[in-house]
């Protein structure tokens, strides 16, 4: 994506995600403004947002979500043509660099991938990624409604101040 990128990573201890994607962000923030010549102003909106995947089935909706977003974006005619994504990564190099999914790929995992997300009815006040969503007004399976509520989360709900100083060394901006 020209203005954002998405990782999904699997961190080996609780403090090597920050770590890592500080250290991504750092470094491309540097070699930008050489490429540039930038040496003032941000390059990011803002911090990095990063949701814990604990079910497969959502792993798999994120996944679709990440790897379409090019297509959504208009950028290629098919989300494996992106070529920064790891759908149309080839299977050396992808054995080379990539870890192996903790759940099977889906046999036609490309094809679903280029086929359109549907639009899910957000819950108002289910504002935090992986909440239990209640009834919608059609039928949608709770990987996708997941994925939609990661979508749509504006930084989640007001805290109190006791609430803040519990939540202070939690990754998720305010």
């Known amino acids: 994506m020209p203005n954002h990128w998405h990782l999904v990573l699997r961190p080996n201890a609780d403090t090597d995600l920050a770590a890592y994607v500080s250290w991504v962000s750092n470094t491309h923030v540097k070699r930008y403004r050489a490429h540039y010549r930038q040496t003032s102003g941000h390059l990011y909106q803002g911090r990095y947002k990063g949701f814990p995947v604990e079910e497969n089935a959502y792993f798999l909706a994120l996944l679709r979500y990440v790897e379409a977003n090019p297509l959504r974006a208009e ?4 989300a494996e043509q ?5 759908l149309g ?15 099977e790929r889906p046999r036609d995992g490309t094809e679903l991938v280029n086929q359109p997300l549907r639009e899910v009815k957000r ?3 289910q504002d935090q ?3 239990r969503p209640s009834a919608c007004s059609r039928p949608v399976d709770r990987a996708d ?25 939690v990754t998720f901006p305010d």
């Open 123 to 125: 819950d108002p006040g």
């Open 89 to 103: 990564c080839d299977e050396t190099l992808s054995e080379r660099l990539l870890d192996a999914w903790p759940v």
């Open 82 to 86: 992106w070529r920064w994504s790891s």
């Open 129 to 131: 990624p992986g909440a």
């Open 145 to 169: 409604r997941t994925v939609q509520f990661t979508l749509n989360w504006r930084g989640g709900a007001r805290r109190s101040p006791v609430e803040k100083e519990k939540m202070r060394d």
């Open 75 to 78: 950028l290629v005619a098919r």
